[in-house]
């Protein structure tokens, strides 16, 4: 898939996210245009790995919806399967600052970031369901040698406002 695409399928996705019950892993597999299977360990996880993008990126997508809560994770693999948190110069695929000004546009308000050793968090909130419930967007972040912050995952989850 294009990177672009992959991008604009993720903010729709994260748009589309209204109320309790539209987070679900058919609906994710049908906005980013993949599929997801069950896994074989007998819990309700649905993934799809190996994903390739260009610049020998790769992704992969996964659903986890244990009855408690439900979680959307897109993970970005760096070339040559590279950690991009014990590398000192890690490429960047999707720059944080950039992904943070899409998801306000489409009503997300974002807060600042925080150390997660190894790694920065940046979280993204907004009010569905009448305020009931609040749709998160969370960015797992990693540093580049010139300050930059990158995405490593996207998680998407349903919380309490």
């Not at 992959?6 to 049908?30: C, H, N, V, Y």
């Not at 990126?57 to 994770?73: C, G």
């Not at 950039?98 to 050793?117: C, H, M, P, R």
Request: proline residues 6%; hydrophobic residues 35%; aromatic residues 10%.
């Amino acid at each position: 898939m294009d990177f672009e695409k992959l991008q604009s399928s993720i903010i729709s996705f994260a748009e589309s996210f209204k109320r309790p019950g539209d987070l679900t892993g058919e609906s994710l597999a049908k906005s980013l245009g993949i599929p997801l299977t069950l896994s074989t360990d007998g819990s309700n996880v649905l993934a799809s790995g190996g994903l390739r993008l260009a610049n020998s990126f790769s992704y992969e997508v996964i659903f986890d919806d244990n009855f408690k809560s439900k979680e959307a994770r897109i993970s970005f693999c760096m070339p040559g399967g590279v950690d991009p948190f014990s590398t000192p110069s890690p490429p960047c695929l999707l720059k944080a600052d950039e992904f943070t000004k899409k998801l306000e546009a489409v009503g997300y308000d974002s807060n600042e970031d925080y150390y997660w050793d190894p790694s920065w968090l940046r979280q993204h909130s907004r009010p569905i369901h009448n305020s009931e419930k609040v749709a998160i967007v969370t960015l797992r972040l990693y540093k580049q040698a010139n300050g930059d912050l990158c995405v490593n995952s996207i998680e998407i989850e349903e919380g309490d406002p």
